[in-house]
């Protein structure tokens, strides 16, 4: 019943931008947190970017001070602003919710974006 739509992937030139989109089928709030991972061919899904109800966000090393996620409650959107993007960066880039319901942990998947880089 949730869905997760991201949007926003394409093909761009090493040092370039993007800024991803996930919009959800319901108030973003009702998560504890919302996540941008990827997964790179050959390689292990990555978290890239978490930001909680709350505001607060965390990333992986290897996009700090490049990355920024961020969110609009009233648009029920979460963003993943991409700055100075590397070939390394290339991948399919998934959003995730998650919301801790009666102890138990819940999760929703996006279908995915595709973000190419290109030196």
């Known amino acids: 019943q949730v869905q997760l739509v991201e949007s926003g992937g394409g093909l761009v030139q090493a040092g370039g931008s993007l800024r991803l989109s996930c919009a959800a089928s319901?108030?973003?709030?009702?998560?504890?947190?919302m996540r941008w991972y990827r997964q790179a061919p050959g390689k292990q899904r990555e978290l890239v970017a978490t930001?909680?109800?709350?505001?607060?966000?965390n990333y992986a090393d290897s996009v700090k001070g490049r990355f920024t996620i961020s969110k609009d409650n009233a648009k029920n959107t979460v963003y993943l602003q991409m700055n100075s993007l590397k070939p390394e960066d290339t991948a399919v880039y998934y959003c995730?919710?998650?919301?801790?319901?009666?102890?138990?942990?819940?999760?929703?998947w996006g279908q995915g974006t595709q973000v190419t880089v290109f030196s």
């Open positions: 995730n919710a998650a919301r801790i319901q009666i102890g138990d942990l819940f999760e929703s």
């Open positions: 319901i108030n973003i709030f009702s998560f504890n947190a």
């Open positions: 930001i909680t109800s709350g505001g607060k966000t």
